[in-house]
């Protein structure tokens, strides 16, 4: 069992950055694929990034290569989520997700497939 708190997120300028965090409960926490997923008002929760129980494997949403960067540190139980250049399509409540199956087997751009989830943390950008 692992529980998810996220933090980071809120208002802030198109073209800023921020750094999201999220801290896991746990001693089990880097035996876990985490993920970052996103929901606008209105819309399906969105796959954006996924990251390794090592770390050494990340992978993304097209949509968001070149300006998310998902990373961890396994010694603090934290996954971070890294964002540059918001825009405004970027509000929406952010939430991260962990999984202790397998990189190799676990379809980690698939929300439904995650077994933990965070309550999310907002942001919001303003043009």
């Known amino acids: 069992q692992v529980q998810l708190v996220e933090s980071g997120g809120g208002l802030v300028q198109a073209g800023g950055s921020l750094r999201l965090s999220c801290a896991a409960s746990?001693?089990?926490?880097?035996?876990?694929?985490m993920g970052w997923f996103r929901q606008a008002p209105g819309k399906e929760r969105e796959f954006l990034a996924a990251?390794?129980?090592?770390?050494?494997?990340?992978g993304y949403a097209d949509s968001v290569k070149g300006r998310f960067a998902i990373s961890r540190d396994n010694a603090k139980n934290t996954v971070y989520l890294q964002i540059v250049s918001l825009k405004p399509e970027d509000t929406a409540v952010y939430y991260c997700?962990?999984?202790?199956?397998?990189?190799?087997?676990?379809?980690?751009?698939?929300?439904?497939?995650?077994?933990?989830w965070g309550q999310g943390t907002q942001v919001t950008v303003s043009s």
């Open positions: 997700a962990a999984d202790p199956s397998s990189w190799y087997t676990l379809p980690w751009r698939t929300l439904s497939e995650y077994d933990y």
């Open positions: 990251i390794s129980a090592n770390g050494a494997r990340t």
């Open positions: 746990g001693r089990t926490f880097s035996s876990y694929v």
